[in-house]
C-alpha cells in the first residue's frame, strides 16, 4: 500500500528547474533513499512535501488525501515528520523541553495546561533513553554536542508518533560510530511500523539501510528499485560520474 | 528536605511577602509622592510583563505597544463619556471592557503586522503606533484631536487620591504575572518559546505559530490596553502624543531587557528599578527629561555586560557556582522559569 504518492511535482527557482516533474511513491513500512547528486533537487522536494515551499506543477498524497495545499504543521498532524540537513534544535530549551514541542494535543483546554504532563514526559525520557541521550535531558539544547543534537532532532520528530519520516542527510556531520548507531536506530523504529524516506549523500551508508532507492537527476527521478539493481543502472551511472 | 524543596519553598515564602508588602504598601508610605511612584512602579510590572508574553516568549520584539496602551486609555474615557459614568469606583469596572476593546484592535493588527519578522515586524508595529497617534489627532469629533478628552473627575483628593489607582494597578500587575506564568509552564508557553528559538522547525514539528503569535500578541495588548486605561483616568485627561507616546514602549521594552527577556521576575525586576529611577531623576531634575539620560545608559550597560539580562545572568552564575560545590545543582531548564 502506498503511504505516500507523489506526481509529476514541479519547482523552478526563476530560470532555474529544481524539480521537473517528478513522481515518487513512498509503500508502507519501507526504507525508501532519496539520493542524487548535489542539486538535483532532494530537499527541494522534501520542502514541497513538507509544506515549507508550494509547488508549481503537480500533486503530493499521503495515506491517498492530497495534501498539496496545507501548511508545515497541519502535515506534520496528519503523521508526516522531517528533519533537517543541519540539525535543528530549539537551543535555548532543554534536550526535554525540546521532545515535548512536537506532542500532539488537541483543544484548548490541553493547550493550556501543563507543557509536561507526567505521562508524555515518560514517554520523551523513554525515546532519549532509547536513543542513548537520556543524560542530557535537562541540559540546554545549544550546549549539546552536534551528535545529540542529531539524535535529539530524531527523537523528537518521534514524539508525535508520525508514520513516515523524512530525514534529510542523516548522516551529514556525523563520525562512523554515531552513523552505525542511527542506522540502527532507523532500523528498530522501522520495525515498530514507522516508515522512512532519506535522503542521504553517504552511499554505501544509504544502500545498506534502504530497501528501495530512488535516484533524482536534475529534478527528476530517473530510477528506482532494489539498492543493487539501482547501482547497475546506466542513468544513475551516467547521473553521478557525469560520463 | 532537599536544597531544591527548600529553595522553592523559599521562593513561595519571598512571593507571598512581596505580595503582602505590596498590599499593605499604601498604609504603611501613605504620602502622595511615594504613593505616586508606587502607581507608576505597579504600573510598568504590568506592562513589561504584558510585553513580555510577547516579545519575551516569541522574540517578536514590539516597539508599538504604545499604541495599544493609548487605544484602552481612550476606549475607557470614550465608553464613560457617552454612557455618562461619574468619577469612582464604577470606573474601574469598564476596564476588563476597554481591554476587550483593545484586544479587537490587536486582532486587527497583529494579522498583519505577524506576517513579517525580525526587524520588519519591529518597524511594522511602530509604523502602527504612529498611524494610531495621528488617528487619535486628526478624529477630532471622536476623540478631541490634539485637544484631547477629560475622564469624570474622580472624588478622591490629597493622600486618598492614589491608592485606589495603586490598588488596579497592583490588581492588573498581579493578574499580568499570573497569566504569564500559566502560559510560561503550558504547552501554548512552550510553543511560543519554541518559536522564539527556531520559527520554522517549530512549525516543521506541528506548533500552529501564526495562530500562537496571535494569541500571545493579543493578550499582551489586552494587558497593556488595560493598564492604560487605568492610567488614563489617574490622569484625568489625555490627549495623543501623551498617551500614544513612544517613551512609554520603549520603557516597557526596556525594562524587560534589563530585567531578562522571557523570565517571569525579569520584568518585574526591570521595572522596580528603572521606574523608580526615572520618577526620582524627574522628581529632581524636574521636566529636563534627564531620564532619557539614564536610559541610554542602562540600554548601553545591558547590552554589554548582561545581554540576556539580570535574572538569566544571575541564575547562570548560581547554577555555576552550585555545580561546582555540590551535587544538587538545579538544572537550567528549571532555572530559566524563575
Known amino acids: 500500500m502506498s503511504l505516500l504518492r507523489i506526481d509529476n511535482l514541479s519547482k523552478r527557482f526563476g530560470g532555474v528547474v529544481a524539480v521537473d516533474e517528478c513522481s515518487i511513491t513512498v509503500e508502507a513500512g519501507s526504507i525508501m533513499g532519496l539520493i542524487g547528486p548535489n542539486g538535483s533537487g532532494k530537499t527541494t ?5 513538507t509544506g515549507f515551499i508550494p509547488s508549481d506543477k503537480g500533486t503530493v498524497s499521503f495515506k491517498s488525501k492530497s495534501i498539496d495545499r496545507l501548511g508545515p504543521d497541519r502535515i506534520y498532524e496528519l503523521g508526516i515528520g522531517r528533519t533537517f540537513q543541519l540539525a535543528r534544535i530549539f537551543p535555548r530549551l532543554t534536550a526535554l523541553e525540546n521532545m515535548l514541542v512536537p506532542v500532539r494535543r488537541k483543544g484548548l483546554r490541553a493547550l493550556f495546561s501543563r507543557a509536561d504532563w507526567s505521562n508524555e514526559r515518560a514517554r520523551a525520557m523513554e525515546m532519549l533513553e532509547f536513543l542513548d541521550i537520556a543524560h542530557v535531558a535537562n541540559k540546554l539544547g545549544g550546549t549539546l554536542s552536534y551528535g545529540q543534537r542529531k539524535l535529539l532532532e530524531l527523537g523528537a520528530v518521534l514524539m508525535a508518533e508520525p508514520e513516515l519520516v523524512l530525514l534529510d542527510e542523516p548522516a551529514g556531520g556525523v563520525n562512523p560510530a554515531l552513523l552505525e548507531k542511527i542506522g540502527e536506530h532507523i532500523r528498530r523504529l522501522n520495525e515498530r ?15 545498506n539501510l534502504c530497501t528501495e532507492v530512488v535516484v533524482l537527476h536534475r529534478g527528476r527521478a530517473i530510477a528506482s528499485g532494489k539498492p543493487d539493481a539501482v547501482r547497475q543502472e546506466p542513468a544513475v551511472l551516467d547521473a553521478y560520474l557525469g560520463a | ?144 484631536g490634539g485637544g484631547g478628552m477629560s475622564f469624570p473627575v474622580p472624588p478622591w483628593r490629597g493622600g486618598s487620591f492614589n491608592p485606589p489607582y495603586y490598588y488596579a494597578m497592583l490588581t492588573l500587575a498581579a493578574f499580568a504575572l499570573g497569566i504569564s506564568w500559566w502560559i510560561r ?111 541610554a545608559a542602562v540600554f548601553l550597560l545591558v547590552i554589554l555586560l548582561l545581554p540576556r539580562g539580570i535574572v538569566p545572568s544571575v541564575t547562570d552564575l548560581l547554577v555555576r557556582w552550585r555545580s561546582r560545590t555540590g551535587p544538587t545543582a538545579p538544572a537550567p531548564a528549571k532555572a530559566l522559569n524563575s
Open chain 1, 193 to 207: 511500523g514507522i516508515t522512512f524516506l532519506v535522503v542521504e549523500h553517504n552511499m554505501s551508508w544509504v544502500m
Open chain 2, 1 to 144: 528536605m532537599s536544597i531544591l524543596r527548600q529553595t522553592a519553598n523559599l521562593k513561595w515564602v519571598g512571593i507571598v511577602a512581596v505580595f503582602a508588602l505590596a498590599l499593605v504598601l499604601p498604609a504603611i508610605a501613605s504620602d502622595p509622592a511615594t504613593t505616586n511612584i508606587a502607581v507608576f512602579t505597579m504600573m510598568y510590572i504590568g506592562l513589561a510583563t504584558a510585553w513580555n508574553i510577547m516579545g519575551g516568549y516569541t522574540g517578536y520584539i514590539s516597539l508599538g505597544h504604545a499604541a495599544f496602551f493609548g487605544f484602552g486609555a481612550y476606549a475607557l474615557a470614550l465608553m464613560l463619556g457617552h454612557l455618562h459614568i461619574a468619577g469612582g469606583y464604577t470606573v474601574f469596572l469598564f476596564v476588563p471592557i476597554a481591554g476587550v476593546a483593545t484586544a479587537v484592535l490587536a486582532v486587527g493588527i497583529g494579522w498583519f503586522a505577524l506576517r513579517t519578522r525580525a526587524a520588519t515586524f519591529v518597524i511594522v508595529t511602530i509604523a502602527f503606533m504612529f498611524m494610531l497617534q495621528l488617528l487619535a489627532e486628526n478624529l477630532v469629533g471622536l476623540t478631541g
Open chain 1, 45 to 49: 522536494v522534501f520542502n514541497m512535501v
Open chain 2, 185 to 295: 509552564r503550558s504547552k501554548f508557553g512552550l510553543g511560543l518559546l519554541a518559536i522564539r528559538d527556531d520559527e520554522d522547525k517549530a512549525l516543521a514539528v506541528g506548533v500552529p505559530t501564526r495562530t500562537f503569535k496571535l494569541t500571545a500578541f493579543v493578550v499582551s495588548a489586552t494587558l497593556v490596553g488595560m493598564i492604560g486605561a487605568v492610567y488614563g483616568y489617574y490622569v484625568t485627561y489625555i490627549y495623543p502624543q501623551f498617551v500614544v507616546d513612544p517613551l512609554i514602549g520603549i520603557s516597557m521594552v526596556l525594562m524587560v531587557f534589563l530585567g531578562g527577556l522571557g523570565t517571569l521576575s525579569g520584568p518585574v525586576l526591570g521595572a522596580l528599578i528603572l521606574e523608580p529611577a526615572q520618577l526620582s531623576l524627574a522628581y529632581n531634575f524636574g521636566a529636563s527629561r534627564l531620564y532619557l539620560v539614564l536610559y
